[in-house]
Each structure stands twice: as structure tokens, then as C-alpha cells.
């Protein structure tokens, strides 16, 4: 085993620790923002970590990065994926897509789960004292392996049919954050159909209840916690690592004085760089730091008119749009030479860079993945909803039905 | 220095890093679940953290890893472990059992040394609330310098005499989670016999007293620290390394909820995979981790039966009988190739992959060893306290022992 | 790239990590021992990460550590350094003066940002409840881009002109501690001043509101930040970085049982071994402890005496003091082959290991620098808040000037 390969290999475990600690981040964010019971938070953390090792482990790590079957889906029967090798010793090998940097199996694996579980995390947080939690853990097994996995196998797997037509999503504009949000929306649309056939005229609100303490913590994990998100994506710790953390840090420096402002300042920040953060400079990385916060502003707003839906932490305006966003300015700021440092040598200069056509053929491609990548999340996060209703009569709590048609108040966590 | 040297001092420093962390983890699950003064945990922790460092320099690091006298103990005049050679400048050299991966001696020591001290901390839990303060710290320097390097030396020194005869423990089901629940042991025998001495017919229990909040974050924080626990144990950042980490992550799964319970099935997941994490597929780790939640909870209700004494954290049923079980489902799980990845090439198969014979001889040196281990720490552990009691007048608070005769409600920390 | 500059990036990035830490670890600590509230302990500090940033990334990064204008400070021109490259993929090429390392541009820019960082977070706190937020954000960006420079140039660069008298300061003594302390001074004399012309005796105490959770979470983090804060500072993970770790955690045995005495005793034992800790023995790392207790308690009453500031963390007595008498022990417990481990070859043996002149040389070097940079460094703040009350009038805050005149008690942050 090379040099090289001991460093990547320690390089990408660590990120997928940093990476699994936003996973309790977000959970801490429940409580901080909207007066989850810590204890809530915790088990729910929990179950979401632990179901993202397990279905991961499986089934969901090869149906998102096995070979695929004709772009679409990675083999689910993949030998080295399948449940990581069960009882074979042959775990050690290197994982096929990434045998350059040498990561092994396991170290993709834990990697790519805490991604998985991060992403679940932020889809909860939208179901958080509205969905049955028994629904919310059934639906999880869905998205893990299968939802989820899409998105993953079409644009970050190399052998999936959008990443062999160009499109690039450095560490998960669409893929981590547009999916979220766009499963978020399948399960918020179910989640109106069912108040609103109980007569509700407006989406009962998940009011804000500050705790400043818990607040504090949450956003202070998040931000450690992205050290890692952006810098591992390179999956190689080359010099194109460094760039990115020095990039990373730099899109902090865009918050506003509040402390939900704050922590959606800085969200926003972070979520816009995600998808580019591999190809673009110190300089195009502070414009673009810029930009996040009067599009943050703009999409809440945009948002918040919509009265069927409560979105308490800003997962549509946030997450979704400002990840659509992100993966849209691949197309104006990337720089070639950045991006091949960072293993992506066929992606163009942007419009911003002299790319010319080659630029606007990359917005294309970007466009075309991101209306498929959202539309299907969406259908396939509804379908499974509308089934689960069908199966357990609606996914919202009945807790919540009664308290909501006597007093509008939050009903607990089902 | 080669590249793989680098790369394996940088891995288990940071482990060690996590490891440490734990100490920190332990005394905040005193805040979380016993109501302990935040301020009383913090001044606990860094007594024993403090006084780890402090006496392993002097002499535990070479009773436990020097070059041993007979396969007993370890020369506790070796040179380069005693104070880390105080002020010569051959500290840099590499320890003499892991030359091979190249381990600096202070490495080893820092990564040894978080051991001894999340052990300690763990035998700090039953003192709580019932043990003089003073005899705790007295105690504490005879743990660190004989009582705990006994079976480190035995089992993990490669000179040791048990390890000699082929017994394993990949990352301390006995040396850490079974000596410290026998030392525990040989500390709550003394506090009953004082007890009992003060005319009481059950031992004062401590009271839960649980603080979601701080019991929050000690889970959260063991369970990053385990991170560093089990992988760190390799000792060498390997291919196998990451195999553990994976199974460690796997072991997550097996929660149920209930604040206590949480936290105990997550410990007990934890714990049980310690002795052999290095030693077995991600398929048998799962098998394992379905195993945990029902043997704490029988040997919780055991231990539960016994009145005359008071274990408010599951010392007994989950780090004594957890650590146990562990070590010796190694003679059944253990599969050669994972091991010999481990650095363990003469570990045999287990009975359930066709080891037979030397599988059964696996276990009787393994069952050998636990009977020693356990008999020696807790006699060594209950020796330490009879002195101590005889010294100072018994080892249980004064004010414990007024406030239990009129009304058995716990005592703040001497 | 070499295998040891793969691993020498990751090492310094890790450490950086750990050393931003800090900075939150610092606002937390506002919040334990001060009562102030944790949102804006929360805003101040990523006021101060992100202008740290930002600022560093302009022009500071190169005032502080481009190639100097004849030894006095970096060329703010320099090309890889003015605001990173800019637009220019350049930036992945190793830093000028660590091209022995091998570390980039990147990576060494986060990790002495990061210094900067917690620098002026620990300026920060005399501030608290006495000066002008938007006076302390105008000056954070003078300090980051000429007052931190200035000893930073001179010690740390190695063009800087104490750097080729022979000066040393291994982490920072005198240029993280000494000029936060004597910057820190800079700013309470003004504050004085302005507390007489309204008319007061006494400078208005702030008051210790100790908050034990927030105080314990401060503590644990600076902790575990200090991890990162000697060993990074080899600047290369070489077999001395260990030595280093070992030492800094050695220092942590000196604490006392108090929760303030407890902070500052863990604080002092780390301000004292940090401008040495890469050039003594673990020994003399010991006795070193052992004196920074008392040297602590006679600092604090000596500064308790003076009527006219209000120092309720202990910045002059612990950092001012301590980082001083840790700069000065270098003439008396440095080992030329420790030194030479960590980087420094041409230190001399101090006194105390048969140095003789060359200590005695080395002796008065060390006081000639420290002499300089804390006359400059105080003149240069002084000025800054002299000319910001000018403008401003005064940095105090007017709710602050109301309520002192009726009451004494303590504002709110401005």
C-alpha cells in the first residue's frame, strides 16, 4: 500500500466523521430552533444514522455506486457493496470507482453514508412534529436505498448516464442538498393533502421556539463539521484539498446579526459553495459568498407566501434553491485548472472564464440534470408517502390532527 | 522516516485524540444520569486525566509495556518509558513492541495512556455520590501504576505470559472494559462492608437523575470517541483499520428508545464488539451487535437483585459481563484473514468458521485469561481499599454515612 | 508530491482545525465565566473568524508572512499571498517559506488564520461589556492587517529581523499571547481613560457571573483545541510533533480545584510551555508546570491591584505574563537536539543544559524581542482606539457611560 494511499484512505475517514457529525447537528438544530425535546433529537439522530449503516450496508451503497445497470441504478447484487462483502474477508479491496486513490471499500462506505444520513436528517426536519415517526422510519428505508440513490448513481457514479454526459456536482449541490429538498416536498405536498382533508384553510405552522444555548451548538457543529464535507469530496487528498478548505472558510464570512440569521447565513453560504467548491478560485468563491445571502432572503420570501406548506428551518429556500443555485454557477465561475486539480480535467472554464460554448453546453447539462434529478426525487419521495398513507391512514400524527383542528399548537413528535 | 510510519504515528494520535475524549464523555454521563454537579464532573475528569498522564510517565507506562520480568509485569526501569525519559532527548525513538509500524514512544504512550484513564474514569462512576474523593485519587495512583497494567501487561505487551499463549483482546474487552468493571467491584464490596458496618440492610442507592441535555451530549460524545477507540487499536493505519471502522459504525444500530437505554445500547454495542472488532466480517459484527440488547438487559436484572450494592450505570452488567462476552465470542467469530490484516496472523478461525480444534483450544486460553484477569484486578482493586479504609477510616463520605442512617438520600461528592 | 508532504498538509490542516476551535472555545468562555449571552457570544464570534478571514486573506496573510520589506513587514503585494491568488489557480504552489514542508498556500493560510483568529478573540475579551461592537470590528481589521502582523513578521517569518538575530517562540508565547495581552492593554488604558473624563475613581468592575455548563463546554473545547495548537506548530508532522503532544498534555496536571482556578490553571500550564514546547524535554516540561501556578496567583494580584482596568479573565496576568516568562525560559531549559527535531538547529542549550554564553545571548535576544514587540504592538493598539474614539466618541458604549454613573452594574455588548 503506497504513501499516497494511507494518506487518502486517513484523509476521506476523517471527512466521513466531520461529515457524520452534521448528521447530529441537524438534530440539535431541531431543538435549538423549533423546541424539540433533546431527548427526541437524540433517538431520532439515532434511528436515522443507524438505518443509513444498515440499509446502506445492505443494499443503498450499491444501488447508489456499484456499476450501474444501464446508467440508471447500481447493481444491488454487487459483490464488494453487497452488505459490504457479509462474511467475506475480501472488504479490504479497493472500491472499483475509486481504485486511482486507493480508498478502500469501507472507507467509501462510511464516507458516503454519512452523506446518505445527513441528507435523511434534513428531510426530517420538515416531518419533525407533523409525520408519524413509525412512517418517517419506514420511509427512510425507502430513501436510503432507493430514492436517495438515484440522484447519487446518475451524477456521482461514473458509470451513471449523467455524469458520463458531463454533468459534475462536486461535493452535493444537487445531490445532498437539492434531493433533500426535493424529497422534503414530496412529503410536505401529503402532508397538506391530508390537513387539508381535515378542512385546515392553511398548512398548521411549526412555530419557532429559540433556545439560544442548543442553537449555538448546532450551528457551531455544523460549521466544523463542513471542514469536512467539502475538503473529502475531493476523495483524494491532493493539493486541490486545501483549495477547497480555504474556500470553505472563506463563504463563512457571509452572516447577518440574528440568531436565525445567523445560522441560515451561514447555511447558505456553505450549501452554495458545495456543488463548485473543486473548481473555482479564492476570488470567485467570495462573489459567489456574496450572493447567498440576498438569494436566501429572496427564496424565503418567495416561499413563505405559500400557505400550504411550513417550513420552519428553510429547506426549500435554503437547501433546494440555493443547491440548484450552486450547481448552476458550475457553469459561470468554474475554472478548468482548479478542476482538474480536483479530478474533474474534462470540465470547461465557465462563461465567467472565456469557456464560450463549451460553458453554455456545461449549463445545459446542468439544467437538464437538475430538472431530472429534482422531478424524479420528488415523484418517487411522494409516491412512497402516498402509499405509506394508504397503508397506515396518512402519515401525519393523529395527535397533531386533534390538537391542530382545536388549537393550531404543535403536537409532539408522534 | 518512511511514509507509512508517518501516516500510522498521525492515525493513532488522533485516535488517542478520541480515545481522550472519552474520559470527558464519562464524566458528563455522571451529569446526565446522576445529576452530578456539572463543575464536580469536570474537576473529576481532569483529576483523572491529570494523574493518567502524570503516573503512567512516571512508572504505568513501563509496568503495562516495558519489556517484561517473567511475563508478570513490566520493568518499570525500562528507559525510554520511565517519565519518557525524563530529560533525555531519546523519547523520539520508536517503542520497542511496535517497531514495525514505526509507533514513536510518546505516541504509544498518549494512545496507551487515554486508555488507562477512560478506564479509570469508568471505575470513578460506582465511587460517585458513596467514596471519599481523597481515597479515589490515592486509589487512582495505584490503579494507573499496578492495578490496570497487570492484565495490559499479560495481554496486550507482547512479552506478557497470556499473550504468549495466544490470548487476544483486539481493543480491550477485558484490559479495559472487563479490569475496569472488576476493579469497580472490589471497590463496592469495601463500600458494603462499611455499609453494612453502619447497620444498613441495603446498600444507599444512587438515584437517576437524569439531565437530557448533558446526557445528550455524553452519548453524542462517546460515540465520536469510539470512532477513535476501536480503529485506533490497530495500531497501525492498515487496511484493516478501516474493516473496524466499518464494523464499529454497523454496532450503532442497536438502540432502543428510552433516554437510559439509549445510552446503555449504544455502550453495550460498543463494548461487546471491542475484543475482536479487528478479528471478524461486518456480517458477524451485525450477528454480535443483535446479540447485545438481550444479554444487558438479563445481566442488568441479575445484577439488579443484588442488594447490597448500587451500580447506577450498568458497570457490572454492561462493561464487566459485555466485555466478557465479547473476548470470548472471539474463539467463535474470529476469521484468520481479518485477523492477520489486524497484525494477528495466529489467531485461528472460530468454531463457526471451521476452526475446530484450535478453535477450542482459542477458547480455553481465552476463558484462562478472563478468570485470572478478573480474580487478580479485583483482589488487587479491593486490597488497595481495605488499606485505604484501615488509613483513613474507612473509605465511604462521613457525610454519606449520616445522611443514609436518617434518610438514604445520596450525598454530594466528598 | 511526496508521501511526507501529504501527510505534513493534512497534519497542519488538522492542527488548524483545532486551533479555530479555540476561537469558539473563547467565546464560550465569555459566556461561563461572564454571563454573557450566548447568541452573542455566538455573533462575536464569527464577527471575528469571518473578518479573520477575510481580512488575513487580503493583505494579512501577506503582511504578517510574505517576504519582508527589510525584516520589518511582509510585502502586502506579494503575488500567491494578496487575497490568495485572487482569480488565479496559482494558489496550490507551496508557500514561500515552508517549501522544505511542502505545505501549500491553502493550508498554511487556514492554519496561521487561525492563530490570528484566536488572538483577537482573546483581545476580544477585555471588550466584553465595555467597548463599542462596531468599534472593536474596525479595529479587529487594523489588528488583523498590521498590529498581529508585526511580531508575526518579525519572529515567525523568517526574514523577519528578531527571526535573524536568533530569535525563537515556538507556538506563540509572545506572538499569540504576549501581543493579545499587550494589545489588550492598548485597549483598556483608552477605555480608562474615557471611564475618568466621566468622571469615575475606579475603573467599573465586570463582574464574574459564572455559569458552570458553559464554563465546562469552554473549558473541554480549549482543551481539546490545544491538541492542535503546539504540535501544528512544528509545521511538519516529523517525529517531534509527538514529543510536543506528549508535553502539552503533560502540562494539563496542573490544576487546581476551583471552577475559575481551574481554567486559568489549565490555561496558564498551556500560555507557559507553548513558545518552548518543540525544544524541551519531558521533564523540564514538568517542573515548567510546576511553576506556572504560583507565577499565575503573584501575576493576578500584582494586576488586581491597579484600580484603573478591569481584567476579569486573566488576559494580563495569564497571557501577557505567562506567554512572556514561557519566551524567556528558552534561555534556561532548551535542548539544542529537541530544537533540532522540531526545526530550530541553531538554538543554543539553555543554562540549565550547559549553554553558558550562547544562552546568555540567546537570553538577551529573547528580551530585546519581547521588549519591542510588546511596546509596538500596545503603542500601535493604543493609537487604533485613540483614533476610534476621535471618530467614534469614544469606544465605550453609552449604555455602558448611563448605567455605570447610576449604578456599576455591567452593559450589555453594545
Redesign the interface.
Known sequence: ????V??N???V??CG?FV??MT?AVGLLEVGELGE???G???KT??I???A??VM?IVGFNTAFAPTVGGIIGNPLYGPGL???????G??DSWWSVTGAGL?T??Y??FE?AFASVTLALVGVVALHKMKLSAFAIYSVVYLALIWALPAAWIWNPSGWLAKLGMVDFAGGLVVHGAAGAAGLGIVWQIWREEKARGLKVSTPVPYRVN?????LA??LLW?GW?GFN?GSVLA???????V??IT??L????I?N?LY?VNG?LMGLIVITPLAGFV????ALILGLLCGPIFIYAEKFVGRAKWMSDPVGLFPGHLAGGIFGVLMIAFFA?N??AT?SGFPALPNGLF?GGGGAALKQLGIEILGIGVSVVAVFVLSHLTVRVLAALMRGITTSFAAEVETRTGAPAPLG
Request: aromatic share 14%.
Open positions: 500500500m503506497t504513501a499516497a494511507l494518506a484512505n486517513l484523509w475517514l476523517l466523521l457524520f457529525m447530529i425535546r433533546v431527548v433529537s437524540l433517538v439515532i434511528l444514522t443507524g438505518l449503516v444498515l450496508a452488505f459490504l462483502g457479509g462474511f467475506s474477508p472488504i479490504a478502500r469501507g472507507t462506505f462510511l453514508t439560544p444555548g442548543w442553537l449555538t450551528i457551531l466544523v471542514f475538503p487528498f491532493n493539493d486541490e484539498a486545501i483549495v478548505v480555504a472558510s472563506y463563512l464570512t457571509s452572516e446579526f440568531p445567523v451561514i478560485s479564492p476570488g470567485s475554472q485548472q482548479f486539480g472564464f
